[in-house]
């Protein structure tokens, strides 16, 4: 049995702005193929020989869970099994200190091609949970038959140790402690964003921690996973974040990819003023079709109006700036709304929720708009966090460009004019500052990212037209940097492979990743 060790078991994460958190974006430093120096010749790279040869020791997955809700699910799914991957913090220095990955594993129904390596997005979504849902969803596919499905959380998320770990239960439920400064209302000092630096580095196993926690080390721990699960090659599947994580991979690893499917794109040539506008875009017209459908169903909060619906919104909105309202155990700032309205757009699905919440907040409550941002963030009913906000600034600190205060307030103005449902209508430009200024170390994505692949296989981008916050030219730009296959599918909503409740995305992803047949240009599926 697992026994977790934290530094500060009470800190978790916080979630107040986590739908806004999840998207930061990529960093601007010049990047090629293979920077890492590794070998991509099949041989164990210097020095790693160790580490590629450890056996995993499965057991049950009872003391992996970080919430009820975590525990609930891996209590479903048959055959699930758990175990500790050793990585070395630096893979420069494998003689070091070293971490320990939380993986799971759900055996394949039949005859076993190898393992699918999974990863749902974040950066700081939990793959052990990841896993387990994406199993449950496809139990009835040929994927599940043919391959093993296993979950990692990376380096400082979930339960891997040590996890990035910032504040306590009882700080993120009062949601006034935001990890991100880009995008909304949060004024900083340099005395506030040190502090943030210094604590998360005091809960998290040291400043070391956070300088290793990047995508191009999480992508070089995934090669000795590959390589521990007995795969010559690597079969994954990567949702929004992870199709980030996906691309690294395959630039550092071209020749030990076997399939690869990318779903919810990341475009690797955008940087962080770009993406990031995109993003908020994407929400603005997520809001206005979720408006359209309200007045079309009639009794609309909104108005029966779409064209003035965010004209309503703010009207209903803007008196949060001065004056929250009650929401569950809290009250709900004006940014606790909207948050609570992005996470909901994530699905066409929560789009009466996020309807009822503004119906709502007419009659003086916030409750479905706060409940809706902690759903978001996976809090569970008895209150506990896992520490996806915190490990998604960590991470993305660690990967993306810093921003000046004059940068960011351009941000910030561009942001709100992307997206006018999250205009607070006050001047949003004064203490903005990068909240990871102070981190210890440069960022090391690199941008572009996965350009001129030499020697990948056929891979697979799967892109949703209506995506909220990764919009389809996403998709289209990540499948031409890596000269792969694009299924496009027509519809609402954000990432679809691992739901499997589309037929038409399933038949597709299981003839690539199962025969290698991609799907051939311009194949369209419908949401």
Not at 83 to 96: C, F, I, N, T, Y
Not at 305 to 325: C, H, K, S, W
Not at 444 to 468: C, K, M, N, R
Request: glycine share 12%; with cysteine; aromatic share 6%.
């Amino acid at each position: 049995m697992l026994t977790r060790t934290r530094n500060r078991p009470s800190r978790r994460a916080r979630a107040g702005l986590a739908a806004t958190a999840l998207l930061l974006p990529l960093a601007a430093c010049s990047s090629q193929a293979g920077q890492d120096g590794e070998a991509d010749d099949g041989a164990r790279p210097p020095g790693l020989e160790e580490f590629h040869a450890q056996e995993l020791a499965w057991e049950s997955c009872a003391g992996y869970a970080n919430t009820a809700d975590e525990s609930t699910v891996y209590e479903l799914v048959e055959g699930l099994e758990c175990a500790l991957l050793r990585v070395p913090l630096d893979h420069e220095d494998p003689g070091g200190e070293t971490l320990r990955l939380a993986v799971n594993r759900v055996p394949a129904r039949g005859e076993a091609i190898g393992s699918l390596v999974t990863n749902p997005g974040g950066p700081g979504g939990s793959g052990l949970f990841g896993a387990a849902t994406t199993s449950l969803a496809l139990a009835e596919t040929p994927v599940t038959e043919r391959f093993d499905v296993v979950g990692f959380d990376p380096r400082g998320v979930g339960s891997s140790q040590p996890a990035v770990d910032c504040y306590s239960d009882a700080e993120a439920d009062t949601g006034d402690v935001p990890l991100s400064s880009q995008g909304n209302t949060v004024q900083w000092t340099e005395e506030d964003t040190r502090d943030l630096m210094e604590r998360c580095a005091e809960g998290s196993g040291g400043i070391e921690v956070l300088t290793r926690v990047g995508s191009r080390e999480v992508a070089r721990d995934m090669d000795i996973l590959r390589a521990v699960l007995g795969d010559e090659k690597l079969n994954f599947l990567g949702q929004s974040y992870g199709t980030r994580l996906g691309a690294v991979y395959a630039e550092q690893f071209p020749r030990h990819v076997r399939a690869m499917v990318l779903d919810g794109a990341i475009d690797p040539v955008q940087g962080t003023f770009e993406r990031r506008i995109g993003a908020y875009a994407g929400f603005q017209a997520a809001f206005e079709r979720m408006a359209a459908d309200c007045a079309e169903r009639g009794g609309c909060p909104l108005g029966d109006v779409p064209g003035r619906a965010t004209e309503v919104f703010q009207e209903i909105v803007r008196p949060l700036f001065d004056a929250p309202v009650p929401a569950l155990d809290q009250r709900l700032t004006f940014d606790g709304a909207v948050g609570g309205v992005i996470a909901g757009l994530y699905s066409e699905e929560s789009w009466p929720l996020i309807t009822d919440g503004i119906a709502e907040l007419r009659e003086g409550r916030g409750d479905i708009l706060l409940q809706l941002s902690r759903d978001f963030a996976g809090r569970d009913d008895q209150g506990a966090w896992p520490n996806l906000s915190e490990a998604n600034y960590a991470v993305n600190c660690a990967d993306e460009e810093r921003l000046t205060p004059e940068q960011g307030a351009a941000l910030r103005t561009a942001a709100l004019e992307s997206a006018p449902f999250t205009d607070p209508g006050v001047d949003v430009t004064d203490g903005v500052r990068d909240s990871c200024e102070h981190w210890p170390v440069e960022p090391g994505l690199g941008f572009p990212y996965a350009q001129d692949i030499e020697g990948l296989p056929e891979t697979l981008v799967v892109s949703i037209t209506g995506d909220p916050t990764t919009p389809h030219q996403g998709g289209v730009n990540l499948a031409e940097s890596l000269g792969g296959s694009l299924l496009t599918v027509e519809g609402e909503g954000h990432t679809v492979v691992g739901s499997g409740a589309n037929a038409c995305v399933n038949e597709a992803v299981a003839a690539y990743l199962v025969d290698l047949t991609a799907p051939g240009e311009g194949a369209t599926c419908t949401r």
